[in-house]
Nanobody, 117 residues
């Protein structure tokens, strides 16, 4: 079975940085778009960034210029470098893998990011 495990979350001051990672284990094949979503208290889950198997990226406007998504296809690991963090970035961040040709979708358990002084 496929499992996605996030790590790297924590407490950081405004303007600080964090690097999230998502490790994939199990049988994982095909062309997957991977991404990061986040959910803050009282809000719906929001797309943050995605990256295709070919390396094409997409970001929500609020994080452009601050966050960078990347992937290591050989290690099947997803990353999110977050710089200049703001209090509004506080949320649980979830890793996602979505098959580009209609296969199964997978989610991680989430990692908490808290930005506060």
């Amino acid at each position: 079975q496929v499992q996605l495990v996030e790590s790297g979350g924590g407490l950081v001051q405004p303007g600080g940085s964090l690097r999230l990672s998502c490790a994939v284990s199990g049988s994982f094949f095909g062309l997957y778009t991977m991404g990061w979503y986040r959910q803050a208290p009282g809000k719906q889950r929001e797309l943050v960034a995605t990256i295709t198997s070919g390396g094409r990226t997409n970001y929500v406007d609020s994080v452009k210029g601050r966050f960078t998504i990347s992937r290591d296809n050989a290690k099947v690991t997803l990353y999110l470098q977050m710089n200049n963090l703001k209090p509004d970035d506080t949320a649980v961040y979830y890793c996602n893998a979505d098959h580009q040709l209609g296969g199964p979708e997978y989610w991680g358990q989430g990692t908490q990011v808290t930005v506060s002084s």
